[in-house]
């Protein structure tokens, strides 16, 4: 494995503490390492932020990272929307079936987040195209867009609505 540099992440965006709206103060960094499709692997410095309000301890969240993925979210969002003989991320098999069923098992929450954010904060949401061939990644399109990146555009405002589910557990009874 090549060591590549580690880079500092800064999200543009200003993001109130998911669980009670408070401000975020940063007290600090942790790194993160993330793989690519290449197989290889990144190190980030993500900055580990302090809710002022409820003292929670929360990290920045870039569009790169799915929360409990060691894989970029490029990455993913290419496994799960593409068949299984169009992949080209250096994964193992059980990897990658464990996105496809992840992303099946999270389309329903995420729909159904993506509806209540669109509510609460007014925002305009495409017309519902009909048609019985709709892909699930396909179903997100009136909310994300389907331009590359669409999986980010899912994760971010899901995360830092605290609506994010931990599944790990469903796959790996115990291990922490
Ligand atoms: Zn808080």
Redesign the pocket.
Known sequence: MRRAPAFSVRCAEVVP?P????SLSVIGSRKRKLWEASGEQRLLIVRRLR?V????IHHELPNCIVPYKRYESACVESVVASEPEEIVVAADHSTLYRWRSWFRSQTVHWMGCLESIAIRFTLDVAEESSGPSQTAHHRFGRYVGDAAGWLARIVRPVANSNFWVHTRSAFLSGAR
């Open positions: 503490c669980c009670c709206g408070g809710c309000t409820c003292r929670k």
